[in-house]
Nanobody, 113 residues
Framework: QVQLVESGGGLVQPGGSLRLSCAAS????????MGWYRQAPGKQREFVAS???????DYADSVKDRFTISRDNAKNTVYLQMNSLKPEDTAVHYC???????WGQGTQVTVSS
């Protein structure tokens, strides 16, 4: 059974930073595109960022220039560095294994003073 386990969420003040991690197991991690999505209360889940196996990245306009997605294939882990956080970034953040049904369980990010 494939597992995706997120970590790194928490409470941070506006303007602060967090780094999320998503560790994958029981897959050949390096061949997959990985992504981060988020879902705020009362809203649909939305795309945040993705990274291909070759390292090409894509970002939602709302996070461009603030967030950076990266991966370490040796550690089977994808990261999301989030800087200049805003209250509207508050959401449960999920990682996704593209081309499969697998999602992580989510990690809460709360941006509040």
């Amino acid at each position: 059974q494939v597992q995706l386990v997120e970590s790194g969420g928490g409470l941070v003040q506006p303007g602060g930073s967090l780094r999320l991690s998503c560790a994958a197991s029981r897959i050949t991690f390096g061949i997959y595109t990985m992504g981060w999505y988020r879902q705020a209360p009362g809203k649909q889940r939305e795309f945040v960022a993705s990274i291909t196996r070759d390292g090409s990245t894509d970002y939602a306009d709302s996070v461009k220039d603030r967030f950076t997605i990266s991966r370490d294939n040796a550690k089977n882990t994808v990261y999301l560095q989030m800087n200049s956080l805003k209250p509207e970034d508050t959401a449960v953040h999920y990682c996704r294994l593209y081309g499969t049904v697998y999602w992580g369980q989510g990690t809460q990010v709360t941006v509040s003073s």
